[in-house]
């Protein structure tokens, strides 16, 4: 580090279990990038995306809750993300602020081997991360069951990108290929919880949980023992970033780095 280091940040609030730092700081020293991410913690966007235009910050990785509140401040976006209507990146060229969203990319990387058109996908959770998880079920030709605690925000979701509904009574009359789990349930420090019964499980579907704990969810675990292939998030967490540092340095980011990149992340 030197005075010409360009500053990065992940910013979100709590921050306590971010492993952005530690991917991109990885990153950034096997591509010999001379910057360096830190993480800041705030609740106001007002003053987050104050203190990216003074620095300035060349790269922000964007987390909850910000990934929706920090749009009105963007001047430009890509067209996925005004698709989802999300973004988690942010980089700064020639102080205008481009707004992207990689969690696409983070899900495509960890369902890359699960076959999808015409498959029924079970989608728990209504939020900024099952927006993502819709907009590429959609494009790969999968339909969608829309399954969440409040009603009225899977009815977002379902106007915006298709499929159907469902209550948790009804969970039993459906098949379904694929289950993902886009809600925090499973989180530390609740990695007691589940947010589907164990009941629901077959061995010819595939569970997808974007929470990414140091151990397997409950959820993976569960899903495991009944003889269904499971993938967890940190492969979407990993996704997510190689694609930021790609779009922040202009560089390609090979199987061979990305394969050092999950051992660094799976010894911590
Ligand atoms: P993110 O951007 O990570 O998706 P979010 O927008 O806060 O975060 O969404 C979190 C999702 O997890 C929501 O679908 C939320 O359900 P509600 O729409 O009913 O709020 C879901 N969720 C969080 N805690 C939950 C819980 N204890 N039981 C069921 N669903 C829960």
Do not use: W
């Amino acid at each position: 580090m030197n005075n010409q280091t360009q500053l990065n940040l992940v910013i979100g609030y709590p921050l306590g279990h971010s492993k952005s730092p530690m991917l991109h700081n990885f990153l950034y020293r096997r591509l010999n990038i001379d910057a360096v991410m830190l993480a800041l913690a705030k609740t106001q966007i007002k003053d987050l995306v104050g203190v990216i235009k003074k620095y300035p910050v060349g790269l922000t990785c964007v987390t909850m809750p910000h990934k929706q509140s920090i749009l009105p401040y963007l001047d430009v976006m890509d067209n996925r993300a005004k698709a989802i209507g999300a973004v988690n990146t942010v980089i700064n060229k020639r102080d205008k602020l481009y707004g992207y969203n990689t969690d696409i990319d983070g899900i495509m990387f960890a369902l890359s081997r699960v076959p999808i058109k015409n498959r029924t996908v079970l989608l728990l959770g209504a939020g900024g991360a099952a927006r993502a998880v819709a907009y590429f079920v959609v494009k790969s030709g999968g339909k969608i069951l829309y399954l969440n605690r409040t009603a009225g925000k899977a009815n977002i979701l379902q106007r915006r990108f298709g499929g159907k509904i469902i209550r948790k009574t009804d969970l039993g009359k459906y098949r379904f290929d694929l289950i993902i789990n886009a809600t925090s349930v499973g989180m530390q420090p609740n990695a007691k919880d589940s947010p589907l019964d164990k009941k629901y499980f077959r061995p010819y579907q595939t569970v997808f949980d974007v929470v990414y704990n140091a151990k397997p969810t409950k959820l993976l675990t569960e899903a495991k023992v009944a003889g269904a292939k499971t993938i967890g998030g940190m492969e979407m967490f990993i996704g997510q970033g190689v694609k930021q540092v790609e779009l922040y340095s202009g560089r390609r980011i090979t199987q061979n780095l990305i394969s050092q990149v999950r051992k660094l992340m799976s010894g911590n």
